[in-house]
């Protein structure tokens, strides 16, 4: 069966106005296709445009050239089915576990009964349903990110942005949140768009990894990783992409050091 193309990245071209009020380019001749329900890692190390990219893929920024198209449309602006989350939660400290899921679902004017029941359902998925009177403040790292994720969920949206989400959770809470979202994603098929500069994070969650390269971004290389589900990160498949992907990131900082040279 044919994937449905999802997000389309055109010939994109990004740059901010440094100190000097110069042209600064972050990204350079950006394509990629995207398709519906793959999960799609943003891999790369800092300054490399990855959460540029991301933020024009959300609409959030506009490309200084080229064109982001979601469904057929140009990005002109955000979109209410396509929900980002990043790494501070954005969770509202006055509301409960249960009130922070809602808060979507009020916003788009969903009745009370039906918004307590769809909140409900994404509580139980992530696992909160004995913290649902909690606060923000009285949750750990890993739980407040369970919250976000599940608001996020509860409006069912299309396309998940995801910017380094982890990121703050220490290692253990960290692996247990890509255990979560993996099993999340198998069952209910959105298209996510992951970024994170851990390699491992990478392997186990992407069907593709798209490998970026700093001053100015692009991208090097698009990694198919073809493991199954659930995934061994002691599995020798597993290591082979992991160490492929770090020696290209090694070849990439020797080609760095030489043209400074």
């Not at 369970?146 to 220490?170: K, S």
């Not at 890509?178 to 992407?206: C, G, N, P, S």
Request: hydrophobic share 40%.
């Amino acid at each position: 069966m044919k994937k449905e193309l999802k997000i389309e990245v055109k010939g994109v071209t990004k740059a901010f106005q440094n100190k000097k009020k110069a042209a600064q380019r972050v990204l350079n001749e950006v394509n990629l296709n995207i398709y519906q329900g793959e999960f799609i890692c943003l891999l790369g190390p800092s300054g490399c445009g990855k959460t540029t990219l991301l933020n024009l893929l959300a609409g959030f920024e506009k490309p200084s050239t080229g064109q982001v198209i979601i469904d057929g449309r140009q990005v002109l602006g955000p979109h209410p089915k396509h929900i980002t989350l990043f790494q501070n939660y954005g969770l509202f400290p006055w509301r409960d576990v249960l009130k922070n899921i809602e808060y979507g679902l009020e916003v788009a004017g969903i009745p009370a009964d039906e918004r307590h029941h769809r909140a409900m359902e994404y509580i139980r998925m992530v696992g909160l349903e004995n913290f649902i009177n909690h606060h923000p403040a009285e949750l750990s790292g890993g739980m407040q990110q369970r919250v976000a994720l599940a608001r996020a969920l509860a409006v069912d949206p299309d396309i998940i942005f995801m910017d380094e989400p982890f990121a703050a959770l220490d290692a253990i809470t960290r692996i247990k949140m890509q255990d979560e979202i993996e099993r999340i994603w198998l069952e209910k098929h959105k298209t996510v768009v992951f970024v994170t500069h851990d390699i491992d994070e990478a392997v186990y969650l992407a069907d593709k990894v798209v490998v970026m390269t700093p001053h100015p971004g692009k991208i090097s290389n698009i990694i198919n990783i073809e493991l199954g589900r659930p995934r061994s990160r002691n599995h020798w498949d597993f290591i082979k992409l992991r160490d492929q992907i770090f020696m290209e990131f090694s070849l990439q900082k020797e080609n760095s050091i030489e043209y400074e040279i």
